[in-house]
């Protein structure tokens, strides 16, 4: 399985921690990916998303930023999204607790580049099968991960387009498609509303009808 993991400072890209992992039979350019990783890390801000998943083909680039630190890894598309935030988490939990209060005064690329030995170890506990199964029932507050923005690499990286902007927009569409749903429930009351007068004064008409009529 080919896979990147990067682990990087928010305020300004500077890389604090990576683990590599290419498979051969694949055929993939991992330097490209690599190229688009260090762009995109080099464009989140304290605005950005804290949690977003990048499409770039038949991979994925995923992402959590916790702490002023984002943690991004690249994986195959088919691997489960849960499982991948919580692969992040894990890392994130770890790297804060031993090198959390580190990474303002750092100024080295890869300063923490020994905590590759943790990344494989997790990663390869994450891909096992047997873990898949173990970990699909853990509660990881990520029961929310279908509402993940999820966005395209090229977008972001080409067109210069923000993370931030991006999520504006979703936001903005969400709000509209709730307002939406709102409208269209307040039509549908005063529909029924309109409605059920309509066959009351239909019942009220008869009534004084037939007792006028024969009385």
């Known amino acids: ?3 990147l993991t990067i682990i990087a400072r928010v305020t300004d890209g500077l890389p604090l921690a990576a683990s590599i992992q290419e498979d051969e039979q694949s055929g993939r350019d991992l330097q490209h990916y690599q190229s688009q990783a260090k762009q995109l890390l080099r464009k989140l801000n304290d605005q950005s998303p804290d949690r977003c998943t990048l ?3 038949d991979m994925n680039f995923h992402y959590l930023i916790a702490q002023g630190v984002c943690y991004l890894f690249l ?3 088919s691997f489960p999204k849960k499982m991948a935030f919580a692969y992040l988490g894990d890392l994130h939990s770890e790297f804060h607790e031993q090198y959390g209060k580190k990474v303002p005064t750092v100024t080295r690329p890869y300063s923490f580049i020994e905590f590759d030995t943790y990344i494989q170890k997790t990663k390869k506990a994450f891909i096992n099968s047997r873990a898949r199964r173990n970990f699909g029932s853990i509660n990881i507050e990520l029961q929310d991960v279908q509402r993940i923005m999820v966005a395209n690499i090229e977008e972001v990286l080409q067109r210069g387009e923000s993370l931030s902007a991006l999520d ?3 936001s903005n569409l969400s709000s509209l498609s709730k307002k939406y749903r709102s409208d269209a429930k307040y039509l549908n ?3 029924t509303y309109a409605k ?3 066959v009351s004064m239909f019942f009220i008409t008869l009534i004084i009808y037939v007792r006028f009529w024969w009385l």
């Open 1 to 3: 399985m080919t896979s």
């Open 55 to 57: 499409e770039a083909g």
């Open 75 to 77: 994986c195959e598309a």
């Open 168 to 170: 504006t927009k979703a």
């Open 189 to 191: 009351t005063r529909s």
């Open 196 to 198: 059920v007068a309509a």
